[in-house]
């Protein structure tokens, strides 16, 4: 299978093509995020059904660089049987890491628990869940507010009312980064920070709580999280609209560089496809030097991603 990615309107970015084992086409329009290890294999989630995919990404002088799609991984919620609604993923010493939303369904306001589950991938390429981590985040105060929690509460605010919806992992030294693309009241987004551990372990759910700064896009939409992706120094932070920007409307996105807990964010450059329906959903750094990063920006709302590369200039001082 080899899918192009028509690329008008992204603004000097590179086009990627899609390879490997064939995506059902549904599954193929919802990409939502993406993670690489240091010896090249990578992980591909998306917010339909239950399952992750494993990638290569091939580059050769003078030819398109391509992902290259594996082997599939089952998620199994920790509990419900519904769809997993994978929303992001991550690697950290040895283990690629998932986040279903943890929102309620966008349509109903109601709460599926199999949405709020996070999964760990060992080396030997199985997934386990835990529920621990909604209890965490389901008592963050300005969060607790608009999450959808198992405590009989109905209707639960939806995405569209800015009910709670994490989009956005990072995992570094054992801690887990979340980020939140709702609530995001003026543009100042949520990342919660909980040790790996209390999560996957015994450790106490202790979190630190940041707000970033985003502010809003020029059609005036306030910009929440939609991914988070670890580099020297910091992160990096894909910000698009925190509300359900409609199937017709354009998406597009900043990518912001933000030192981590205590610190605020930078903007660095807009990425992402101008297209009707489509939405700038995952950031995987593919690497940076003493400038610059290279980033790959995966969208939702078109066959395949539209996998694009962009080079990110390096704040300045």
Known sequence: ML?????????????????????????????????????????????????????????????????????????????????????????????????????????KGDRQPSRYSAYRIGPDGRAESSGALARIVGAVDGIRESFCGADGRRPCPTLRDGGANIEGLAVRDGTMHLGFRAPSPGGQAFVVSVPEQAVFGQAAPSTTVSRLALGADRRGRERGIRDLAPVAGGFLVLAGPALPEGDEAEGGAVVFFWPGPGSQAVPLRPVGLERAGVKPEALLVLGEDAASYRALVIHDGVEGGAPTEYKVGKPRG
């Open 3 to 107: 899918l192009p990615c028509r690329t008008a309107g992204a603004a000097e970015g590179t086009e990627w093509a899609l390879a490997g084992e064939p995506v059902p086409r549904k599954e193929a329009l919802e990409f939502s995020g993406a993670a690489c290890a240091p010896d090249g294999r990578c992980l591909l989630v998306g917010d339909e059904g239950r399952r992750a995919r494993f990638f290569t990404i091939e580059e050769a002088p003078g030819e398109r660089p391509r992902i290259v799609i594996g082997a599939a991984v089952a998620l199994v919620p920790a509990e419900g049987d519904g769809e997993a609604d994978a929303e992001a993923a991550a690697f950290d010493r040895g283990r690629f890491y998932v986040l279903g939303s943890h929102g309620a369904s966008r349509r």
